[in-house]
């Protein structure tokens, strides 16, 4: 692997000069003025990020990882963001494609549409990742991700963790799932399934409402939560998917002042999830060292604008095309109160960005310098 770094870095920097002259357009949301002077160039790599509403990470870590490594290496890039739209993503794939793009990496809305887009790109000799979420039935050359079932059991323990804290007795659990169409949010489910099943089935914990949230919205995930809530008022932890739909629970418990009392877990380490953490609100967030996640996207994308073939060692299988996909997946890590602060240390959040105003007193209390 550090060989291919070093072989790869050297080859990028080869190229850089006759690219240098259409560094600057990756952070463009519409790809047709660049049609003229793109289409010539090899070795182009286009990213379509999903939306900008599920998570703050895409627009605040993704991209900004991505297009430091791009940049870092002098390759051609083109970062946009489908904006949750599907015509939006299939449309931005063919321009990528008509605009010189070799190797596209992706982030699908659902598997329908993500596998249309692989296929055409395949069919055009355009390489294809998978970037964070495994596109089912799909084509790509590889998948880069964490290990999404890991996460989903970091959730279902961090919550139990709260609980057991808390002294809740036989607590009745509600369950925010992920979208229905994110075979992460599959996962995620699966792994904190996994801890809380056993729970529900000797009694210890007793299941309460359960629901997915279509694309991952935040607004409907308040409106579910507030039926669950009227539904089963005796709701005393919430396995929330993320640290968005997290939120959207937490806006209702505070209505009951019931914020703080019950706790609620959450997914990416955002300034929001954190600053709940802070407070009190939320139990806990998992933490997605992205820098890694894009970091090994962009050497694998880099190698195959090159025409390379480059080796990884793990593999996952697709269980709807039955296929085996080279995979790199990263370990996440659950972030509580008095680990806050590594999600600092290792720079994915600043200090001025989480610790402003009342935060700042909560700061110092959990050691963020
Ligand atoms: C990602 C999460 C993200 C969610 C919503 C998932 O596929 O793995 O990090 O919170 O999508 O965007």
């Not at 015509?87 to 190797?103: L, Y």
């Not at 790109?121 to 355009?126: D, T, Y």
């Not at 994308?301 to 039955?322: C, N, Q, Y």
């Not at 995979?327 to 959040?349: C, H, M, R, W």
């Amino acid at each position: 692997m550090r060989k291919g770094i070093l072989s790869l870095t050297a080859a990028a920097a080869a190229i850089t000069l006759g690219l240098t002259a259409c560094g600057g357009e990756s952070g463009g949301t519409t790809g047709a003025q660049e049609t003229a002077t793109q289409a010539a160039k090899p070795g182009k790599i286009g990213v379509i990020l999903p939306d900008s509403k599920s998570s703050a990470r895409w627009e605040t870590a993704d991209r900004k990882y991505l297009e430091e490594a791009f940049k870092t290496a002098g390759v051609a890039h083109d970062i946009q963001n489908a904006q949750g739209d599907k015509n939006t993503f299939q449309t931005i794939a063919d321009q990528m494609i008509t605009n010189g793009a070799t190797v596209l990496v992706i982030v699908n809305l659902d598997s329908g549409t993500g596998k249309a887009v692989l296929d055409k790109a395949k069919s055009q000799g355009v390489a294809t990742i998978d970037y964070d979420r495994l596109t089912l039935g799909g084509s790509a050359s590889y998948y880069v991700s964490f290990d999404n079932v890991k996460v989903g059991t970091l959730q279902g323990e961090g919550l139990a963790k709260c609980l057991t804290e808390k002294k809740a007795d036989k607590p009745i659990v509600a369950e925010l799932n992920g979208s229905p169409t994110d075979n992460n949010a599959t996962l995620f489910k699966q792994g904190y399934d996994g801890v809380l099943q056993p729970k529900y089935d000797s009694g210890d914990y007793v299941k309460g409402p359960d629901q997915s949230v279509p694309e991952w919205d935040n607004t409907q995930a308040g409106t579910l939560f507030e039926q669950m809530l009227t539904q089963e008022p005796k709701i005393a932890g919430v396995l929330a998917a993320n640290d968005g739909l997290g939120n959207a629970a937490i806006t209702v418990l505070k209505k009951q002042k019931l914020n703080g009392k019950v706790p609620v877990t959450g997914q990416d380490a955002t300034v929001q999830g954190l600053q709940n953490i802070l407070t009190g609100d939320q139990c806990m967030t998992v933490y997605k060292a992205v820098k890694k996640e894009a970091d090994a996207t962009a050497e694998l994308a880099i190698a195959l604008a090159k025409g390379e073939k480059p080796t990884v060692s793990g593999s996952v299988k697709d269980p709807e095309g039955g296929r085996d996909v080279p995979s790199v997946l990263l370990e996440p890590q659950a972030i509580f109160f008095d680990n806050v602060k590594d999600v600092v240390t290792d720079g994915y959040v600043s200090k001025d960005e989480l610790c402003t105003g009342d935060f700042a007193e909560k700061c110092t209390e959990a050691g963020v310098s």
